[in-house]
């Protein structure tokens, strides 16, 4: 068991907190764009819908971020949800150095939003806001167009490693 400090107190412990974060599944987007230069892309662990009217997701990302310092003045941003067996590309986008997209398969749309193929979502964002919040921020993305494939399961984030969905399929989406 973890524990952590009383609200309100300051003792909280970045491992025991990261430890308890990290038992909250969670997908794993690339958030990808075209710049001058080329395609420049991140993994992202958080994605949220936020509203269907107007169509709103957001992202969050450490303030820090040499990759979104980029990607938020591009005009169209590629988020694609990543599948189970995508690993690879999660560990490639998320690399410090090197070619983040040598051996992934993408397509880029005519506004330069880039997606990794063969994922189960695909959307075109534009950046709506930014909101500080502590060493992230939380960027809120205007949804502009989306691409389902239900029946590919995706890539999920669970205790700082990748885990396969598992689930009934019965009674799903009817």
Do not use: N
């Not at 957001?58 to 003045?73: D, E, F, G, K, N």
């Not at 997209?101 to 695909?122: K, S």
């Not at 806001?129 to 590919?152: C, Q, Y």
């Amino acid at each position: 068991m973890i524990t952590t400090s009383r609200p309100g107190s300051s003792g909280l412990d970045e491992h025991s907190l990261r430890t308890a974060f990290g038992t909250c599944p969670s997908g794993v987007v690339a958030v990808c764009g075209l710049a001058a230069d080329g395609p420049v892309g991140m993994a992202v662990s958080t994605f949220v819908p936020v509203s269907m009217t107007p169509p709103l997701a957001a992202i969050c990302v450490q303030r820090t971020s040499r990759t979104w310092a980029v990607l938020r003045t591009l005009p169209a941003l590629g988020i694609s949800v990543l599948a189970d067996g995508h690993e690879h590309a999660a560990r490639a986008l998320a690399a410090k150095d090197g070619d983040r997209f040598a051996g992934l398969a993408t397509d880029t749309t005519a506004d330069g939003a880039v997606h990794v193929l063969g994922g189960p979502t695909r959307f075109v964002c534009s950046l709506e806001a930014e909101t500080e919040a502590g060493d992230h921020l939380i960027a809120t993305l205007r949804v502009h167009t989306a691409r389902a494939e239900p029946a590919i399961d995706p890539l999920v984030f669970h205790r700082s490693g990748f885990a396969r969905v598992s689930r009934q399929r019965e009674g799903y989406g009817r």
